[in-house]
């Protein structure tokens, strides 16, 4: 028999979601505490009439909050890293293959 250990993200009595993984399962549930606050704050400015617009708007800024702090400019965009050597690599086998 095996042994699963579950990590479950309940909110208000309802499991909202599993995982396998704790940090997996924290990351999950700082989300929803984000969401959370930002729904208060959507419904400070009046800007949705529905509640789940609103709730909507809340969930996808906290699921893209890494985006959202560099619209902001309180977070700068972490350049792509290339590798140099495999660059270098191919240049070199291309420049052999026209001599």
């Known amino acids: 028999m095996a042994v699963i250990i579950k990590y479950v993200v309940e909110r208000n009595g309802a499991e909202k979601m599993t ?3 704790k940090s997996e ?6 989300m929803l505490d984000m969401a959370d606050e930002l729904f208060l704050l ?3 400015s009046e ?6 617009k609103q709730e909507e708007m809340s969930l ?3 699921q893209h909050r890494e985006e959202v702090l560099v619209a902001l400019g309180a977070k700068k965009v972490k350049a792509p890293r290339k590798k140099a050597s495999t660059e270098a690599e191919s240049t070199d086998n291309d420049d ?3 001599d």
């Open 19 to 21: 995982f396998t993984s």
């Open 25 to 30: 399962a924290d990351a999950y549930d700082k």
């Open 42 to 44: 959507l419904s400070d």
């Open 47 to 52: 800007l949705f009439e529905e509640d789940e």
């Open 60 to 62: 996808y800024l906290a």
């Open 96 to 98: 052999s293959s026209e």
